[in-house]
């Protein structure tokens, strides 16, 4: 729950240091201190302050030794870090950001620039509370929407809404910030829409199984209407049926429009249940989004990632794509399985949409010194150079409405950065387009 008053906890082995950084943030927050790293990281575990200014140089445990701890616990690993150190050569700030930390700041410090950047870093830390709470507060309406693919089409506009809010605050700011703080908008804006799209996931999660059960017990009721219908319609015209039971069944189906309600409910099941499977499909994107569905890492060859992934959409390929492969032996990668399998998955099925008519996609999957890389390359329409860009970015889409989430390309672009990776596009108009996957190899030491 977000407090009224924010905490900073600040970690230096200097009590001037300590008093000047108090002074300057104590009328705008609680300020903690600790006067060396064990006492600073046993303080943030204990008090989880909201953000967190870093000295480097310390006894016994310096400040990038406490920034490893941090983020290396789960109960801290949020925490934003800025350090706050005479160390001002690049190579230590690099290292410094490259553990996890959101700011820089080398002394001696200018403390106008201190409390302006501490201001935006705590609003960000606001904005982010307060967007986790409002998810909270949506579980509530979402129960009580009628429909829930009317409630998903909702949802995903308050997403855009939120989405271009966010774009906009990182554009107004872009101005007055350097590179790296760009960087650090994104990485909140990105969080809450993570944190959003988990709980509208797991609040539809629950309805739609009630839907979809529902509608196939319905389905099956109404095929023992249909055969029931045509079994009174073959007695009615036996030739040992009575004609005034003839006239009867005749009249009564006439009267009840039987004719037209039979062969319209059989398609409007139909419908209902191919958008409930729809719905389940969005609710998976979005669950692989907000990373909620979480794997242990292990040993795998990534022709059977590709494999897994073929498996799986082998209905939608048939008798559209000719799939050709291309395999040579590759090491085996220390990876998330699943995550990739998703990651292939989501490649082979936006390929088989870009062929508009029957066509060919190649599958490679090779190494070299430092990757294993894997490729999808289709005979489709191709990508124009305006949007290639873009196909990355949450819910971005080209897809006709209801044929695409605009979370595929997005979430396997996250999914291979998570494995220090790279999904690389290469497409020429009208010829078709290729992804590769390139993933370190994870059998040699790293350059």
């Known amino acids: 729950m977000l407090r009224k008053t924010q905490r900073v906890l600040v970690i230096d082995d200097a009590p001037g240091n300590l008093e000047i950084l108090s002074d300057l943030m104590s009328d705008e927050c609680e300020v ?9 990281a046993e303080l943030a575990l204990i008090e989880q302050p909201d953000l967190i200014l870093l000295d480097v140089m310390m006894p016994e445990m310096d400040g990038y030794e406490v920034c490893l701890k941090l983020k290396g616990d789960s109960r801290t690993r949020g925490i934003p870090i800025i350090f706050v150190t005479a160390m001002d050569q ?20 200018n403390l106008p620039i201190v409390r302006a950047r501490v201001r935006n870093h705590l609003e960000l830390r ?12 949506l579980h509530q309406e ?25 774009e906009e605050r990182v554009a107004a700011e872009v101005t007055q910030s350097r590179e790296k703080d760009q960087a650090l908008m994104q990485q909140a804006k990105m969080a809450a829409i993570g944190k959003l799209a988990a ?61 037209h309600i039979l062969g ?81 998955l989501n490649l082979l099925v936006n390929a088989e949409q870009a062929l508009h008519a029957p066509g060919e996609i190649t599958i490679r999957c090779w190494h070299d010194d430092a990757f294993v890389n894997a490729s999808v390359s289709d005979t489709g329409t ?3 150079k305006d949007i290639r860009e873009r196909i990355f970015e949450p819910f971005f889409t080209t897809k006709d409405i209801g044929k695409g989430t605009g979370l595929g390309l997005s979430v396997s672009h996250g999914i291979i950065r ?30």
């Open 199 to 259: 709980g509208v996931a797991h609040e539809i999660n629950n309805p739609m199984a009630y839907i979809s059960g529902n509608l196939n017990i319905l389905s099956k009721y109404f095929d023992k209407m249909v055969r029931f219908d045509r079994m009174i319609r073959e007695i009615a015209y036996s030739d040992t049926a009575e004609p005034m039971l003839r006239d009867a069944i005749v009249q009564g189906r006439v009267l009840l429009d039987m004719e």
């Open 382 to 384: 191709g990508i124009p």
């Open 32 to 40: 903690l201190c600790a006067l060396n790293g064990y006492d600073g």
């Open 90 to 109: 690049e190579e230590d700030e690099a290292r410094g950001l490259e553990m996890g930390a959101v700011d820089y700041i080398t002394k001696p410090i």
């Open 264 to 344: 319209d409910g059989v398609e409007l099941i139909s419908e209902s249940c191919d958008g409930a499977e729809r719905v389940r499909k969005i609710v998976l994107a979005l669950k692989s989004f907000s990373r909620v569905d979480m794997q242990e890492k292990e040993f795998v060859e990534i022709s059977d990632c590709v494999e897994n992934a073929l498996n799986m959409c082998y209905n939608e390929l048939s008798g559209v794509a000719t799939i050709r492969k291309e395999y040579e032996p590759t090491p085996a990668l220390f990876c998330n399985t699943g995550e990739l399998n998703q990651v292939f």
């Open 418 to 447: 998570k494995h220090q990776g790279e999904l690389l596009v290469e497409s020429i108009v009208g010829q078709g387009s290729t992804f590769t996957v390139k993933i370190p190899r994870t059998d040699v030491a790293p350059a």
């Open 126 to 137: 606001r904005t982010e509370v307060t967007l986790y709470e409002q998810t909270a507060a």
């Open 142 to 166: 979402v129960a009580e929407h009628r429909a829930a693919r009317a409630l998903l089409q909702r949802q995903q506009e308050e997403l855009e809404a939120l989405n271009r809010g966010l």
